[in-house]
């Protein structure tokens, strides 16, 4: 009986996320408050209060769903006792910081600067993601190599049948239109900031690089299942290589969750705003227990 956590990516987060933690709890309370010390501004009032569009904006984006996810695995005190832990790209850093190996204020700052290293990135080149549902992933990985003229690569393997591409504008439309062609079911352009873990991100992991050689990581309570390999890890050093790789490789969710049930987790646990990893986790491995934090 191996208790695993997992925590949420990007896209998670909704208006109102967090607030019944802050009033709730002294400590959540104490957490949020450094948060906006450390950002500069108060993250609490656009989570709490803000709008769709306010939460959508990048400098707000990834830290709210790190906070809340973080906050909401703290809390628990001894009642958090993960034997594994992953995140959904962005959620690895949440996962990390849950787990001991970074401290909440060294997340926090990690996750402000990938925020803004991506949306520097996405503004360089016209980019975009599509999720691509009912085909295998081997035709979707054919059919995105054998498009040479322009960038698109498989980007999230979310779940059996499942798979988000990313890349150039251009090369994502081109890649549907094939799909669709191939017999996917939908091949619908997401509504995204740019090409995340692609190619096209390479700026931003070359800033993030920096920051990440220049932060103390500690070993973590447990292994984390990382995106980049699906493997666990618990060598600092070769979390941080992960880590910065993780910007422009394909976060490798189905092989983690599959992982993870193979080495003996009989229940996910989501922390984090919404529950799309606990529906994920189902998929990939519909013998465990899911459950929210």
């Excluded at 906070?67 to 628990?76: E, F, G, K, M």
């Excluded at 204020?105 to 999720?131: F, H, K, N, W």
């Excluded at 090369?171 to 191939?182: D, I, N, S």
């Amino acid at each position: 009986m191996k208790k695993a956590y997992v925590f949420p990516g990007q896209g998670a987060q909704f208006v109102g996320m967090g607030k019944d933690l802050y009033e709730s709890n002294s400590f959540a309370k104490e957490l949020f408050l450094k948060a906006n010390e450390i950002l500069g501004y108060s993250i609490t009032d656009i989570m709490f209060n803000g709008t769709e569009e306010d939460l959508r904006q990048t400098k707000v984006t990834q830290p709210a769903v790190f906070l809340h996810s973080v906050i909401s695995a703290l809390v628990l005190g001894e009642g958090f006792k993960p034997e594994m832990v992953a995140g959904h790209s962005l959620g690895e850093f949440s996962a990390l910081v849950a787990s001991g190996s970074l401290s909440f204020e060294d997340g926090l700052r990690l996750v402000y600067q990938r925020a803004m290293a991506m949306q520097r990135a996405c503004e360089i080149e016209p980019s975009t993601m599509a999720a691509v549902l009912g085909l295998e992933d081997s035709k979707v990985e054919e059919i995105c190599l054998n498009i040479t003229n322009e960038i698109v690569v498989p980007a999230n393997y979310n779940c059996p049948g499942q798979l988000v591409i990313s890349g150039s504008l251009a090369g994502v439309t081109q890649a549907c239109e094939k799909l669709k062609a191939a017999g996917a079911k939908r091949a619908l352009l997401l509504q995204v900031g740019g090409a995340f873990h692609s190619p096209l991100m390479e700026p931003a992991k070359i800033d993030l690089a920096k920051a990440i050689e220049a932060t103390n990581f500690n070993t973590p309570i447990c292994p984390i299942y990382q995106n980049f390999t699906a493997n666990p890890v618990t060598n600092p050093i070769e979390i941080k290589s992960n880590l910065v790789a993780q910007l422009t490789a394909p976060v490798r969710w189905t092989q983690s969750i599959a992982k993870m049930y193979a080495d003996g987790a009989t229940e996910f646990i989501e922390c984090g705003p919404g529950n799309v990893l606990q529906g994920l986790c189902k998929k990939i491995a519909p013998e465990a227990a899911t459950s929210k934090a």
